[in-house]
């Protein structure tokens, strides 16, 4: 890849937490990303919608790092992630150099993916733990902190398998905040829990958004609560961005028209 | 002579032999463990040569007679100066056989762990290893011991054949204890119900409580 194009780093006056520039995922002869170009700034919630198959999930695991991308750079709080510097030029970022970048990064899970064999206490304090070497009585003091901001202290020695699908899920919140990532990742958190147990976990993604400092990219399908709660919204549509903008606007007066399809086809379906 | 006063002439016999077949079985396991891990997980290595090295094991161990290992290991290494004692090459063919089937248990046992595990862990910044011992392997576990307890009774009996390099176990002195006395059905019928409690008595349990000690300590089922 020539890399000429993309900057060592990013610097100046505001850099993004984020950044997607030119970005191109491949699965054989399917393009799930087009060049894709995305900016996130510290401490903003953007809300990603779009149809099944848009590429929505690529990009949070992308930016995640649980896959390789074929063409551009994704850079996090102005430094490369899915590259680094190497005399002057920017290479294939080594395993080491994305796990230090991952740290940064906490994400969430459709299906949660607790580890089944801990409890839930044992789930959050596992990376603090072996990653970040805390001594278990500070991951313990700091996982059981982030049981309570989810509202499931009293359930910390459960195992996954006897919480319900809301419980489940706010652990992984909690798992992933133990890392204390500047960035969350939620993709289609709500997606596998009955309707009426989604409120609990979207109640705890507003506290975080209104009570932490975090940058938070939300892959979700509840139009009401991406309105609400986002500063941003981006529809995607064919592994690009068709259109973006304030939750007012692209709710009401889309611009686009596979927006407005999108939109008035989900809207209807509610 | 009545069965009874056959078992208690031979019974000193039998019980050596059985002592000999439980030693070989346990370092038999012992060795098929070590094997096993070793294999399974080179085999699964995305480093080709390491890979390789892990499906040939596999594949020479698996695709041929364990009685022809046995004899290569006991009469044909000493001629490239590797001399073992019978015991030693007993126990050493049988782990090194049965540890081959044990590599693909184990394989099998990592690869049906959902790969959103490793994703998770991965999330979380977790190096490979860390993610293997601490949230993969332990999941892996639970879900190869039931096969890894048909192994063993298989590895069992398996060690049968060690008398055929002289080893005094369970098989060879029922063979010499029916050459001194010509009662087959009573030589032969001893053994196979002396195997068959070991089997059913000492290793299916064995597992069995394995597996309910480490569900509870996981906590799945
Ligand atoms: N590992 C994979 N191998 C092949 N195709 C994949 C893989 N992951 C995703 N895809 C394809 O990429 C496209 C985008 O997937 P995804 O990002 O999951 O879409 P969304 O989350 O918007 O529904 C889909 O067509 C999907 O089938
Ligand atoms: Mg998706």
């Known amino acids: ?270 | 002579m009545s069965y009874l006063e056959f078992l208690y002439k031979y019974a000193p016999s039998f019980l050596n032999g059985a002592v000999v077949t439980l030693e070989q079985t346990a370092l038999g396991t012992l060795l098929a463990v070590i094997v096993a891990l070793i294999m399974g997980f080179m085999k699964m290595s995305s480093f080709i040569p390491v890979r390789w090295v892990g499906i040939v094991y596999i594949e020479i161990f698996r695709g041929t007679s364990l009685l022809v290992q046995m004899y290569w290991i006991f009469f044909v290494l000493p001629l490239f100066g590797i001399t073992l004692g019978k015991f030693e090459a007993g126990f050493l063919a049988v782990g090194l056989n049965l540890g081959a089937y044990g590599a693909e248990l184990v394989r099998g046992g990592v690869q049906s762990v959902p790969r959103s595990q490793y994703e998770a862990a991965t999330a979380l910044g977790m190096h490979p290893f860390t993610r293997m011992r601490r949230v993969i392997f332990p999941q892996a576990l639970l879900n190869m011991l039931p096969p890894w307890g048909n192994l063993l009774i298989e590895l069992l009996k398996a060690t049968a054949l060690v008398a055929l390099i002289s080893v005094a176990d369970l098989m060879f002195v029922s063979k010499q204890i029916n050459m001194s006395t010509f009662l087959s059905a009573q030589a032969f019928g001893t053994a196979l119900i002396i195997y068959y409690i070991i089997a059913r008595g000492i290793i299916t349990p064995g597992m069995r409580g394995l597996e309910c000690k480490l569900a509870k300590k996981l906590s799945i089922g």
């Open chain 1, 1 to 270: 890849m020539s890399n000429e194009s993309f900057p060592l780093k990013l610097e100046g006056g505001d850099v993004p937490m984020v950044r997607f520039d030119r970005v191109t995922k491949q699965y054989g002869d399917l393009t799930v990303l087009d060049s894709l170009d995305l900016d996130v700034k510290a401490n903003e919630m953007v809300a990603i919608i779009g149809p099944s198959g848009s590429g929505k999930t690529t990009v949070l695991r992308m930016l995640m790092g649980l896959e390789l991308i074929d063409e551009g750079v994704i850079y996090v709080d102005g430094q490369p992630m899915t590259h680094m510097e190497k005399n002057g030029r920017l290479v294939r970022a080594g395993q080491k150099y994305l796990r230090r970048m991952r740290s940064s990064i906490g994400m969430v899970f459709q299906q949660f993916n607790l580890f089944p064999h801990m409890t839930a206490l044992q789930n959050c304090m596992e990376a603090p733990v072996q990653v970040l070497g805390l001594s278990r009585k500070e991951a313990r003091e700091r996982s059981l902190e982030l049981l309570k901001l989810v509202g499931l202290d009293d359930k910390m020695d459960q195992y996954p398998a006897r919480l319900s699908g809301g419980q489940q899920q706010r652990v992984a919140i909690a798992r992933a905040l133990a890392m204390r990532p500047k960035i969350m990742l939620f993709d289609e958190v709500t997606s596998a829990l009955d309707p009426e147990i989604v409120g609990e976990v979207t109640q705890v993604i507003r506290k975080l958004h209104d009570e932490h400092s975090l940058t938070m990219l939300m892959v979700t399908h509840q139009m009401g609560f991406a309105r609400d709660i986002s500063d941003r919204v981006c529809f995607f549509y064919e592994g690009k961005i068709a259109e973006q903008g304030s939750p007012e606007q692209l709710f009401d007066n889309p611009r686009n028209e596979r927006t407005a399809m999108f939109l008035s086809a989900v809207l209807e379906a509610d």
